[in-house]
């Protein structure tokens, strides 16, 4: 079975740019989640999503946002983007939504912001 | 607002031997605490959870202890081998996971 697969693998974009990833989770797993992980902050939660509906949402401003298609890939987005946005996005898959449900990673998108 | 945080940035062990990160947790009402591990370049992985009606759970070669008192989490490694070299996270939640910045293992041979 294919793990989670995220696309890009780099980016780089400038300032006030505004950048899409992608996230393809595990197949049958319908909920994802997107995280940020930056060496001064380590991982942080930016959202979950189950059968396209937002369950989860951790305290990022509104810049960033997300969507879940019907066939369960996901998509995050980062508006007016800014240098302090450099990190690496993280998307996980789980069967269902709620903890105990093990999130299963993708390697994640570096982004850049130059 | 709630924190999560380890208690050394870096741990060194001698290969064969156990061993032990630690992390501490501020929210009193998280109900649910998992540790993941991540290799270079990789995304994080799953190694063990634990749930606050349990103060210890084992899996292969780790245990998990948990003190609610003191609110602190503790992964342990048995036999610590080369391929356990990573960065460990800590986790904790009520209705979010809340991670720690992470402990990186080194294993000295």
């Known amino acids: 079975k294919a793990g989670v697969t995220q696309t890009p693998r780099y980016l780089i974009k400038t300032r006030g740019q505004q950048v899409t990833l992608s996230c393809s989770p595990i197949?049958?797993?319908?909920?994802v989640s997107w995280y940020q992980q930056t060496p001064g902050q380590g991982l942080q939660f930016l959202f979950e999503?189950?059968?396209?509906?937002?369950?989860n949402k951790g305290n990022f401003p509104g810049r960033f946002s997300g969507r879940q298609f019907s066939n369960s890939r996901s998509e995050m987005n980062v508006s007016t983007l800014e240098l302090g946005d450099s990190a690496l996005y993280l998307c996980a898959s789980s069967l269902r939504t709620g903890l105990g449900n093990e999130q299963f990673f993708g390697p994640g998108t570096r982004l850049t912001v130059l | 607002g709630e924190s999560v945080g380890l208690h050394l940035p870096t741990l060194s062990v001698q290969e064969g031997d156990n061993s032990i990160i630690n992390c501490a947790y501020s929210?009193?009402?998280?109900?649910?605490f998992i540790w993941y591990k991540q290799e270079s370049g990789k995304g994080p992985q799953f190694i063990i959870d634990?749930?606050?009606?349990?103060d210890k759970r084992q899996g292969q070669r780790v245990t998990v202890l948990l003190n609610k008192t003191v609110k602190h989490l503790s992964l342990q490694i048995a036999a610590t081998q080369p391929g356990d070299s990573a960065v460990y996270f800590c986790?904790?939640?009520?209705?979010?996971?809340?991670f720690g910045k992470g402990t990186r293992l080194h294993i000295l041979p």
């Open positions: 197949s049958g797993h319908r909920s």
């Open positions: 634990i749930r606050s009606n349990m």
């Open positions: 929210n009193s009402a998280s109900d649910y």
């Open positions: 999503y189950f059968s396209e509906t937002q369950r």
């Open positions: 986790g904790t939640a009520r209705d979010k996971i809340i």
